[in-house]
């Protein structure tokens, strides 16, 4: 088997990836490791899966995605598209999902297929949760300091 021209180093999974104009990326709303809801079906506006890169080739490389849950093998959701590599080393590739409905809890995997390279897998789990509000003075739901 040759050398892989890109590998994984690790995958962030939040609601959203940001450039700022200084080159520096803002992750907002990441999850650790899984996602938790109120309730199903459940749907996320924006989903991103940040990858962090190691490449030894620059190019331009052609990708597809798909998010499945995993027990049932349902694709939720699919993408398709490229990234560029400019130099030899890390990169970063944000692969973005628009509206994407969880209908049942349980394991999902994220897989990342970029031309001629091995899968790229992120896996985490659909946990329901229901909130539980506790009564205290106040505005309802939130903690209460300083008391």
Not at 21 to 42: E, R
Not at 74 to 89: E, N
Not at 91 to 111: D, E, H, K
Request: proline letters at 10%.
């Amino acid at each position: 088997m040759s050398t892989p021209n890109i590998t994984s180093r690790f995958s962030i999974m939040c609601d959203e990836v940001r450039l700022e104009n200084n080159g520096k990326f803002l992750i907002v709303g990441m999850y650790t490791p899984d996602m938790a809801v109120p309730q199903l079906p459940f749907i996320v506006p924006v989903l991103t899966f940040l990858f962090w890169l190691d490449g030894r080739i620059p190019n331009n490389y052609q990708f597809s995605a798909k998010l499945s849950h995993l027990e049932s093998g349902t694709v939720i959701s699919q993408a398709m598209g490229a990234f560029g590599l400019v130099k030899p080393g890390q990169g970063i590739a944000p692969i973005r999902l628009m509206g994407v409905q969880f209908s049942q809890p349980g394991p999902y995997t994220f897989s990342l297929q970029i031309q001629n390279e091995a899968e790229i897998l992120h896996q985490f789990s659909v946990l329901l949760i229901t909130p539980v509000m506790q009564n205290m003075p106040g505005i309802p739901g939130m903690p209460q300091f300083g008391r």
